[in-house]
């Protein structure tokens, strides 16, 4: 596996992808470090969350995850 070089905060991802923020941070929930998800820590606690190359490529299956089960959800007969 190549080195991690560079990563991408929560924010450019949205902003790369079209998707709302608060959204992508709830979806997020579902990856792991190894998922490719980093919490970069500034001052005191706070973190941001970013993402390798490879977790945005996992986050963008978790979108599409995502959509297909709301879409079945609202296919389904009342």
Do not use: C
Request: proline letters at 3%; hydrophobic letters at 40%.
């Amino acid at each position: 596996m190549a080195a991690i070089t560079r990563v991408f905060t929560l924010a450019r991802v949205a902003e790369m992808l079209g998707e709302d923020q608060d959204w992508l941070e709830d979806i997020s929930d579902e990856l792991e470090p190894e998922d490719g998800l980093i919490a970069v820590y500034g001052t005191g606690e706070e973190y941001t969350v970013a993402f390798t190359e490879f977790g945005i490529e996992n986050l963008k299956q978790a979108i599409r995850n995502h959509r297909t089960d709301a879409s079945r959800i609202n296919a389904e007969p009342q």
